[in-house]
């Protein structure tokens, strides 16, 4: 019998020699409670080093963890989706869960959400819908999530 929720780690980009982006709410970030936080990151020396937008170092290591608190969520500007479709653009992305960024090959940043399945599924299948959905999938999508409110 599964007793707890399993947790995902989903891609969100990888190769950026950048990443930018802000917080809203409390997290924790290797160790330190932060809120409200704009910042940027990018690799030095095999590290990630995550500034603020004053330019202070927040947070440096192989791998920093951006770990809400309460229910918090980040988000990540300039993020390409829909990659070598038609449609390909680049966005900014708002999240929930945690962000685990990782230094890759000295030089490059890769991002990953850890999110619980449920949560996920609650973020992802919306967009997979559309007008054109069949009827009685869009009334369970829409009877599931109005339960959850409550």
Not at 115 to 136: C, F, K, Q, T
């Amino acid at each position: 019998m599964i007793t707890e929720q399993p947790v995902i780690k989903v891609g969100i980009l990888q190769g950026y020699r950048e990443v930018s982006g802000s917080v809203t709410g409390i997290f924790r970030i290797n160790g330190s409670a932060i809120s409200n936080l704009g910042f940027c990151a990018s690799v030095r020396g095999g590290r990630v080093v995550v500034t603020d937008d004053n330019d202070r170092v927040v947070a440096q290591a192989k791998e920093v963890l951006f770990e809400p608190l309460q229910n918090g969520t980040f988000a990540l500007r300039g993020i390409t989706i829909g990659v070598k479709f038609h449609w390909e653009r680049k966005e900014d992305q708002v999240f929930q869960g945690i962000l685990r960024l990782v230094a890759r090959d000295n030089a490059t940043i890769t991002a990953i959400n850890e999110i619980p399945l449920e949560d996920y599924l609650r973020g992802v299948v919306p967009s997979e819908m559309s007008a054109e959905s069949p009827l009685e999938l869009l009334k369970a999508f829409t009877y599931t999530t109005s339960q959850e409110k409550k």
